[in-house]
């Protein structure tokens, strides 16, 4: 799917800094609305250690009303016995009662959940700014509009305020906890699952992400979660866009011959990057002007990686990949992938004589079963189809090792050299994979 599908992205190129906390805030109101397990985890937290929680949920019979509300003035906060102030940000919360922002007028609050008779008043920051006295101050005005005759202290109102720190790292553990379960009984919720896709877009670091130093490299998920959030940081401090795509991982790629560097994980935990030149006829009439060659070693961050390459022949109808050939040297009788086999049988073809041609091509050209390989009597011959588009491509792909990876990122609020470790991969592969003669 299209990231640019994310409930809560807005289609829009500019920098919304200054309306993140809003996005934030509304996020996180509809995912606990939508996703009734994250709201469990969520609010169960926050109960822990009072009776509250017995009080609310300990029977099937009793009566629970559960209102969610965001920009909700301290005035329309009524009807409670225990408030808790609860402070989402970076920063820890400082001591709630000695703060003395003791301003009397209408705030506004970012975030308000009322259960019964408990309200949860939630201040949230998009860093790490203290919010700890604004948050006294808006307690202070909901209390105001109750009794207007007793002094704000914690002598009068310590027994039904708590003050409670949330802060983004500790609620984005309980969300990546849930969403894990959810995705195990296969009942993912779509809206926390594009939240915490939100929130690690504005700051990987609220995330549990160990670096890869801490990883077995058995753990392929968790590496490339953090290959993921490299990628992330590196497109917003270059001019290259991430890939728009949640079934695969990569970058944009600005060269006539390819459009594309996608990067996974091996069964060695090792970095797979991976790019296909030629993968349409476009980009291969940029490779076939000339004879392409491609590199056998590529230089990064001053370590020599061996370049493997396979041949691609990729079969697409109505833009959609069906079928394709995959071969090596060692499978060719003699070359296949010249200019003028080029011209003549890449393109869209149609049923007949263009398809007996293509036929004979890859017999005289390829020394084993192609025909099973890419299912060519059911997939082509009987499929129903009357054409077909047709491209000569290649995979090419290096390796970066676990170990390499495991020594660049040692530190969980560090990127900087898995960041240099992409741009170099990117730059190596733009300016240095393909030697044209």
Request: glycine share 2%; aromatic share 14%.
């Amino acid at each position: 799917m299209n990231s640019h599908l994310n409930i809560f992205k807005s289609y829009t190129n500019k920098n919304r800094s200054y309306q993140l906390e809003n996005d934030l805030t509304r996020a996180l109101a509809i995912s606990l609305q939508e996703d009734s397990l994250f709201f469990h985890e969520i609010i169960k937290e926050i109960l822990k250690g009072t009776n509250f929680y017995n009080q609310l949920f300990e029977s099937i019979e009793s009566e629970t009303s559960v209102n969610i509300n965001i920009q909700q003035r301290t005035s329309q906060i009524s009807g409670f016995d225990h408030i808790f102030a609860i402070s989402l940000s970076e920063s820890e919360i400082d001591d709630f009662w000695s703060q003395n922002n003791n301003k009397y007028y209408d705030p506004i609050c970012d975030l308000v959940i009322q259960i019964n008779n408990i309200v949860f008043v939630f201040e949230a920051k998009r860093d790490d700014v203290n919010c700890t006295h604004q948050l006294y101050n808006q307690i202070l005005n909901i209390t105001k509009s109750e009794d207007e005759f007793k002094e704000f202290n914690k002598d009068n109102y310590g027994e039904i305020i708590t003050p409670f720190d949330f802060n983004w790292p500790k609620l984005m553990a309980i969300a990546i906890k849930v969403s894990s379960f959810e995705k195990t009984m296969n009942s993912q919720n779509r809206f926390l699952s594009d939240f915490i896709s939100l929130v690690k877009q504005h700051n990987f670091r609220w995330l549990p992400e160990p670096s890869i130093s801490a990883l077995q490299p058995s753990n392929k998920k968790a590496i490339l979660r953090r290959i993921e959030s490299t990628i992330e940081e590196y497109a917003k401090t270059s001019k290259i866009n991430r890939l728009n795509y949640n079934d695969r991982l990569g970058l944009e790629f600005y060269k006539n011959w390819a459009k594309e560097i996608l990067f996974s994980i091996n069964d060695k935990g090792s970095l797979i990057v991976g790019i296909y030149p030629g993968n349409t006829k476009a980009q291969g009439y940029s490779l076939f002007s000339k004879n392409p060659k491609f590199r056998e070693k590529l230089n990064i961050l001053d370590n020599e990686y061996l370049v493997s390459y396979r041949y691609h022949v990729k079969m697409t109808s109505f833009q959609k990949y069906f079928q394709g050939l995959w071969f090596s040297e060692n499978d060719l009788k003699k070359p296949l992938y010249t200019k003028e086999n080029f011209l003549e049988f890449t393109g869209r073809k149609k049923r007949g004589e263009h398809w007996t041609q293509l036929s004979y091509l890859f017999d005289d050209h390829l020394n084993y079963n192609w025909k099973k390989q890419c299912d060519w009597e059911n997939s082509i011959i009987n499929s129903g189809k009357n054409q077909f588009d047709i491209s000569f491509g290649y995979e090419i792909h290096i390796e970066i090792p676990f170990e390499k990876l495991k020594q660049l990122d040692q530190k969980q609020s560090e990127l900087d050299n898995l960041i240099n470790l992409i741009n170099d991969i990117y730059n190596s592969f733009s300016d240095n994979l393909l030697v044209e003669e």
